[in-house]
């Protein structure tokens, strides 16, 4: 309801029918007190976030595809990286130097050089089959501290998906195609 006038009690609202007198001060809110120049004064004028190093693994083939589409954009500290070997990995698997990571440009990568400094791990999957990979990644992410997050794509047996990465992450997103995959990064500033 807008305001008649600046008094600090909204006596006005004793005259509009069916209320009663108010008996409380409208005060000013934190917003409002921020802008003055009395406050002013203790504004920090750098940004508050610094770009986060994001790891992004690729735990499938179309998974893969969808990734190597935006590799290419501007990010900040993002690595993408997919399994070599897309076949089943062993969830009881306890040397994550074993894990055949690529870069999109086929090179090896070493996990643990990887994940090193790593403020969050996103996973991305479109089948059932990773949740081996999906275990093993987030295990190593939670012995380290690292945010775990899961991006399931498609449409089509997509509880199969949801449920191979649910226990193993923190945020788990489902989306119907990989369009989503850059607003994801976008959002953890990537």
Known sequence: MPHDSDDIFEADNATRDGRGPVDHPTMLSACARAATAAEARFRIDYPNSRARAVRIFALDAKAAEAMYGITEDPWNGAHFLTFADMGRIDPELTD???????????????????????????????????????????????????????????????????????????????????????????????
């Open 96 to 190: 994550a130097t074993e894990l055949p990571l690529s870069h999109p440009d086929g090179t090896s990568a070493d996990f643990l050089a990887e994940i090193e400094g790593a403020d969050t791990v996103v996973l991305l999957a479109t089948n059932a089959a990773v949740a081996g990979a999906a275990e093993v990644v987030a295990r190593e992410c939670y012995l380290r501290h690292i945010t775990c997050a899961g991006l399931a794509l498609g449409r089509d047996g997509i509880e199969g998906v949801v449920n191979a990465m649910r226990p193993f992450t923190r945020v788990l997103v489902v989306a119907e195609d990989g369009d989503y995959i850059p607003a994801m990064l976008t959002a953890l500033r990537a």
